[in-house]
């Protein structure tokens, strides 16, 4: 029960601060100028935006919950764990960034999911 | 405006950063919380104590460093290209985690686990020929 609590919050969390990012970062606009000084600027817009807090703050629920998962789990079992991510972001894209989510595309996500669990079925 | 080969080749090469430190970072991460062991916390002084002995581990900030790096390039991706697009196209993170937590980490590896990183990653190519953006641009 504890690990699946970590794994929600993993997935949940993870796919939810990503999504935010995303917004964040389509309102800060397409970055052309790679320079130092340049990313820093792209930084102190992005920072400003507030999606960019509430998917940094998601994110980093995700990041915690991750370390402590890793330290009674396999990193190769725990890191494919998240592939349930895309399951998660193809739900989210629709529902909460309006995407268009194509059956090929969902078949793809299945497929994935099949892929997490035959890596969970792996065992140790 | 730049042309549609140069926007490729900088998410190309943008998503190959993101493949290389965040795979990398997770298996630095999990050598140096493993070395910490099993978390025990029943209150505020042990939590500390837990924080401390993280914060104190080079590999952990080693890790940290190359998770920064990953998302510098997460975001910067992502001010372009599409998160439908950008998600399955780092897929190859997962082969990439395996094969360094099987040498770096030598954790052993079933071959059906093997396989499951192949189906994983063999989704993920169906899902990335899907077009890459289905909305207007904000």
């Not at chain 1, 917004?23 to 600027?41: Q, S």
């Not at chain 2, 990335?128 to 641009?137: A, D, F, K, M």
Request: glycine content about 8%.
């Amino acid at each position: 029960m504890y690990h699946l609590i970590l794994y929600v919050l993993i997935i949940g969390a993870g796919t939810l601060g990503e999504l935010c990012v995303t917004r964040a970062m389509k309102v800060v606009g397409e970055v052309k100028d790679f320079r130092p000084i340049a990313i820093v600027r792209v930084f102190a817009r992005a920072v400003r935006v507030p999606w960019m807090w509430a998917g940094i703050s998601l994110m980093a629920t995700a990041f915690f919950s991750l370390l402590t998962v890793l330290t009674t789990q396999n990193v190769s079992l725990v890191v494919p764990v998240t592939a349930l991510n895309y399951g998660a972001g193809a739900l989210g894209g629709r529902l909460i960034l309006g995407e268009n989510v194509s059956a090929r595309r969902w078949i793809g996500v299945m497929v994935v999911c099949a892929g997490v669990a035959i890596v969970v079925l792996g065992g140790r | 405006m730049k042309s549609a080969a140069s926007l490729h080749f900088k998410t190309f090469l943008f998503i190959l950063f993101m493949v290389a430190f965040g795979p990398l970072g997770n298996v630095l991460l999990g050598k140096g919380m493993k070395r910490i062991g099993a978390v025990q916390v029943t209150n505020l002084a042990e939590a500390w104590h837990l924080l401390v002995r993280i914060l104190s581990s080079p590999t952990i900030w080693a890790g940290i460093v190359s998770l920064l790096s990953f998302f510098v390039a997460y975001m910067l991706v992502l001010s372009w290209a599409d998160y439908s697009y950008v998600q399955p196209a780092s897929s190859v993170s997962y082969a990439m985690v395996a094969l360094l937590a099987h040498y770096l980490l030598r954790e052993a590896i079933s071959p059906l686990r093997w396989f499951g990183v192949l189906v994983i990653c063999l989704g993920v190519l169906v899902v990335g020929h899907t077009p890459p953006r289905t909305t207007e641009p904000r």
